[in-house]
C-alpha cells in the first residue's frame, strides 16, 4: 500500500507538470457498477484514459451478472476480453469470486463490506497535509460497522496509523474486522482504540473522518441512525475537542452538510437538524481537506491499475 501511495504522489507530480504516463496502453478495462458512484467510476474512467487504456463501463442493467449468468461464467467471458475489471456492488462474494474466475486484476470499488480504493487517496491526502500517517491519530465518527470505517480501521493497522473509531456499541467495527486489524496492529505497531465515549475517542486527533450515516441501500434506518448518532455529528464544538489546532477533517463523500439534497431536506423537515454527519461549517472549513481526498481518487487509482495490470518497470 505504502508503494502504491508513493507512487500516487509521483504520477500525480508528473501528471501537473505534463509529463504524459502511458503505462495501459492498449489495454481494456470493465467498470462493473452495481451501485451509484460519482467519484470511484469518474476515477477509474479518467485514471485509464489518461494511462492509455480504453474503458467500458457496465451497469447492471446493461449485463446479466447474477440474473441470467452466474457470476462464475462472467467472470469467465470478461476475463477473457478484458485486462482487468473493477466492481461496485453489495456483496464481498462477488468480487472475490470474481477474481477467483476471471484470471486477471479485479478491483474492489466498494462493497458493502470495504471500500479499499478510498484508502489509497485518504492516506495520500493524510500525507499531503500531516507529512505523514505513521504515528497520527485519525478518528473515525459515526457508523463504524460500515464499509468506509472497517477500511480505515484495517488500513490504518497496516501503515502504522492510530485509529479510533468512535461510535455508539451498536455501531462498533464487526468482531471479525477488529479481529484483524489488532493482529495487524501488534506487527506494525499503530494503537487502536474503539469507544462510544466522546472525549476518549476526539482527543488528541491528527484528522476527524466521518462518512454518511447511511450508507447506499441503507436509507430506511434514517431514523434509527438519527436517533443513536446525533451526539456524534461532528460540529466545530466536536473539531475543538480533539484538543489540536491543526486537526483536518476528511470525509469519502458524498456528504449530507446541509439541505440542498433530498435527504438532507428530509431530516431538516423531519428532526429539524441542518446536516446530518458533518455541520456545513466544519465541511467548508479551512481544516475541510475533503475536495483533495476527492482529487486523489484518480492518482491512486491510476497507480494501482498502472502497478497490477500495466506496463510497470
Ligand atoms: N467516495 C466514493 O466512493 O464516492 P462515489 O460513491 O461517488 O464513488
Ligand atoms: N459508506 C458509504 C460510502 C460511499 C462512498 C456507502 O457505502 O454508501
Given at each position: 500500500m505504502e508503494t502504491l501511495i508513493n507512487f500516487a504522489a509521483d504520477l500525480k507530480k508528473k501528471e501537473k507538470h505534463g509529463i504524459p504516463q502511458?503505462?495501459?496502453?492498449?489495454k481494456h478495462i470493465a467498470l462493473i457498477f452495481e451501485k451509484q458512484s460519482t467519484r470511484t467510476r469518474s476515477a477509474f474512467t479518467v485514471a485509464a484514459a489518461k494511462l492509455g487504456a480504453n474503458v467500458e463501463y457496465l451497469n447492471k442493467n446493461d449485463i446479466q451478472l447474477g440474473?441470467?449468468?452466474?457470476v462464475e461464467d462472467t467472470a469467465k467471458v470478461l476475463g477473457s476480453m478484458f485486462d482487468g475489471i473493477a466492481y461496485r456492488g453489495d456483496h464481498q462474494t462477488t468480487v472475490e469470486s470474481l477474481g477467483e474466475h476471471a484470471n486477471i486484476p479485479i478491483w474492489n470499488a466498494l462493497t458493502n463490506e470495504w471500500h479499499p480504493t478510498q484508502m489509497l487517496a485518504d492516506f495520500l491526502t493524510i500525507k499531503e497535509h500531516l507529512?505523514?500517517?505513521?504515528g497520527k491519530t485519525i478518528t473515525f465518527v459515526g457508523d463504524g460497522r460500515n464499509n468506509v470505517s472497517h477500511s480505515l480501521l484495517v488500513t490504518g493497522a497496516i501503515l502504522g496509523a492510530n485509529i479510533n473509531i468512535l461510535a455508539p456499541e451498536s455501531l462498533q467495527p464487526a468482531m471479525s474486522v477488529q479481529k484483524i486489524a489488532y493482529d495487524i496492529a501488534k506487527g506494525s505497531g499503530s494503537k487502536l482504540l474503539i469507544t462510544s465515549d466522546i472525549e476518549k475517542g476526539i482527543a488528541n486527533s491528527d484528522a476527524v473522518y466521518t462518512d454518511v450515516?447511511?450508507?447506499?441501500?441503507?436509507?430506511?434506518?434514517l431514523d434509527e441512525r438519527v436517533k443513536l448518532l446525533s451526539d456524534y455529528q461532528i460540529n466545530q464544538k466536536l473539531m475543538d475537542?480533539?484538543?489540536?489546532?491543526d486537526t483536518i477533517f476528511l470525509h469519502c463523500?458524498?456528504?449530507?452538510?446541509?439541505?440542498?439534497?433530498d435527504v438532507g431536506k428530509l431530516a431538516y423537515e423531519k428532526?429539524?437538524?441542518?446536516?446530518?454527519?458533518?455541520t456545513d461549517d466544519v465541511f467548508r472549513s479551512?481544516?475541510?481537506k475533503v475536495f483533495d481526498q476527492a482529487e486523489n481518487r484518480m492518482h491512486t487509482i491510476k497507480a494501482l491499475i498502472a502497478v497490477t495490470c500495466g506496463n510497470v518497470h
Open positions: 502511458r503505462f495501459m496502453s492498449g440474473s441470467k449468468e452466474s507529512g505523514t500517517y505513521k450515516w447511511c450508507s447506499m441501500g441503507e436509507e430506511d434506518a475537542m480533539t484538543g489540536k489546532k463523500l458524498p456528504a449530507i452538510h446541509d439541505k440542498s439534497t428532526f429539524n437538524v441542518d446536516g446530518l454527519e458533518v479551512p481544516a475541510s
